[in-house]
């Protein structure tokens, strides 16, 4: 038995599947989840001493690599002070700054420890705001795992073909609309259903939680006029596409102008660390300034904010550098493999924004989360297996997205093509062909 696997037997008689999110315990792909011991660059070891490429980074946190050295060092400073205060610090206002210079849509924000908790108090303030209940979400985009955004929510509960999630009242829900992603149709037909009813529109810019899933032309743009036009307020969840798709994220790449954001992942430098911010009319409704309210005993964290300080800092100086050379190293890796795929007779769709991406088993044009489940979730897993025997490690579910790092370069796209080329061309991986 392998240390991985004793890890493993371990670990479930203490946590429910042997995990702390549900993705990690490898049940969509098949096979043993490796325990790591240490990761650095664009590797990660395991117990046993394997070596494997990451190609998912922490789920998006780690676009310089892991046990960056300038962010190692500001973690180390921070925790010789004190691993946290409960009480204000200069580090919070400094990390702030940042986060202003690249959003110019957000004039002040809060900062909180998950995407979960930033997207929930978003949607809290919109309500406080607009004195409305409904919120619009879009099927397949995952906003965290509270209550009432676990409507069609993809990722884990797409990959475990959750409908929803049990423990969930009806009477919570009722006041999620989940709308076909990509379709402003929906949008209009659902405003004029509830006339002066919809607090906010909630989207991922460029799904991440059903595989990577870019807006159609004009998708965005839409929502913000329409968004304008009733009172509603706008959300873009950037938890993932913050920082990642380009410095100022999806609004910078895509030019809108959203009226709140929610923040992590890359926000923490891989540290727990996210926020929601915008307008200053919006933000002044936040206790102790307005009458919504929300607090958390380790936001603000100073590890976290030194960590953030020193990843943000870094790309902000390096962004003509870091941005052009994950666009290179993406599309070679990404564009590769499909090549492979196609030479080998195998039906892949690749979608692709930036050092995001995904292949799709199916043939089918993935524009949201309808197209995404027609995938052959099964040749993904055995795909996955192929590639975690050659040393890449993609995610474990057909439906997230994969990600690079500054880390990646030359040598591992050479690595994972020769990988994708024995995946998919060996006799474990000749029944993905279709």
Request: charged share 15%.
């Amino acid at each position: 038995m392998t240390k991985s696997r004793e890890f493993q037997v371990r670990a479930a008689s203490l946590l429910p599947g042997g995990v702390d999110s549900p993705v990690r315990a490898f049940r969509a792909v098949g096979g043993d989840p490796p325990f790591i011991e240490r990761a650095e660059g664009a590797y990660q070891w395991d117990a046993d001493g394997n070596r494997y490429l990451d190609c998912f980074g922490s789920w998006g946190p780690m676009i310089l690599g892991h046990a960056f050295p300038p962010v190692v060092e500001a973690i180390r400073q921070a925790a010789s002070r004190g691993a946290s205060f409960g009480a204000s610090h200069a580090g919070e206002a400094n990390l702030a700054e940042l986060v202003t210079q690249c959003f110019p849509s957000i004039d002040r924000l809060r900062f909180v420890s998950s995407g979960t908790e930033a997207c929930m108090s978003a949607i809290r303030l919109a309500r406080g705001f607009t004195g409305r209940k409904f919120v619009i979400k879009f099927e397949g985009c995952y906003h965290g795992h509270a209550d009432a955004l676990l409507v069609k929510a993809g990722s884990g509960v797409a990959t475990f073909g959750i409908p929803g999630s049990a423990g969930i009242p009806e009477e919570t829900a009722m006041h999620t609309l989940a709308l076909p992603f990509n379709d402003l149709g929906a949008v209009e037909a659902a405003i004029e259903a509830y006339p002066e009813q919809i607090a906010c529109v909630i989207v991922e810019p460029v799904i991440g939680n059903a595989g990577t899933i870019p807006p159609a032309p004009g998708f965005l743009q839409g929502l913000c006029t329409i968004t304008r036009q009733d009172g509603a307020l706008l959300i873009l969840d950037e938890v993932m596409t913050g920082f990642r798709v380009a410095l100022g994220g999806a609004q910078q790449l895509y030019g809108i102008t959203p009226d709140l954001t929610t923040l992590g992942k890359i926000l923490g430098g891989g540290l727990p660390c996210a926020a929601f911010g915008g307008r200053d009319d919006i933000m002044e409704l936040l206790a102790p300034l307005g009458p919504v309210y929300q607090a958390g005993t380790l936001s603000g964290n100073p590890l976290a904010m030194a960590a953030g300080i020193a990843t943000l800092q870094y790309l902000i100086d390096h962004e003509d550098t870091v941005y052009p050379g994950l666009e290179t190293t993406t599309k070679a890796i990404a564009e590769g493999v499909a090549a492979i795929a196609a030479s080998n007779g195998i039906e892949m769709t690749t979608n692709r924004v930036g050092s995001m991406w995904t292949w799709f088993f199916t043939p089918n044009r993935v524009r949201d989360f309808a197209s995404a489940l027609t995938c052959d979730t099964e040749a993904f897993g055995k795909f996955h297996r192929g590639m975690m025997e050659a040393g890449v490690w993609l995610p474990p579910s057909q439906f997230e997205a994969a990600f690079l790092s500054t880390a990646h370069g030359k040598e591992e796209i050479s690595l994972l093509l020769d990988a994708a080329k024995a995946a998919l061309n060996n006799p474990k991986g000749a029944d993905l062909r279709t």
